[in-house]
């Protein structure tokens, strides 16, 4: 039952894809694509939104959840694997870090700030609160 759910899925995304990938080569950009799917969506009747809408969210939560569900189990994982390892005595076995070793840990730590901090930045612009209130509209 799960492989025919999943291959129907699978069928369903890979139509969106082409449906979006031919609008976007007729129209040029995806700016008119998203114009387009408005204007149709506008045309529905109200029974027609409310089951595009349900249908969506119901496909959008599910890739969440399941995304979500993945994130947590890798970090569940990644605690337990850390906590055996220190009962086990294998991270106190570490040894310190020399002078080259400890700039050259600083300096990869700056950069992994930085690209955190610019990471960040790029989502605020683009989850940009009146951004998506504009294209919803």
Do not use: C, H
Request: hydrophobic share 45%; aromatic share 10%; proline share 2%.
């Amino acid at each position: 039952m799960k492989v025919l759910a999943w291959k129907s899925l699978v069928s369903f995304y890979l139509f969106v894809l082409v449906t979006l990938a031919s609008t976007s080569s007729a129209r040029g950009s995806s700016e008119d694509v998203f114009s387009y799917l408005r204007e149709k969506y506008d045309e529905m009747p109200d029974k027609g939104k409310f089951a595009t809408g349900a249908v969506v969210g119901f496909g959008a939560s599910r890739i969440a959840i399941k995304s979500a569900v993945g994130v947590v189990k890798v970090a569940g994982a990644a605690f337990i694997a850390t906590e055996v390892l220190n009962a086990v005595g294998v991270l106190d076995d570490i040894p310190k870090f020399s002078d080259d070793q400890t700039e050259i840990t600083e300096s990869l730590k700056r950069r992994a700030l930085t690209y955190a901090s610019d990471f960040r930045t790029m989502v605020r612009k683009r989850l940009n609160p009146e951004k998506i209130k504009s294209l919803m509209e």
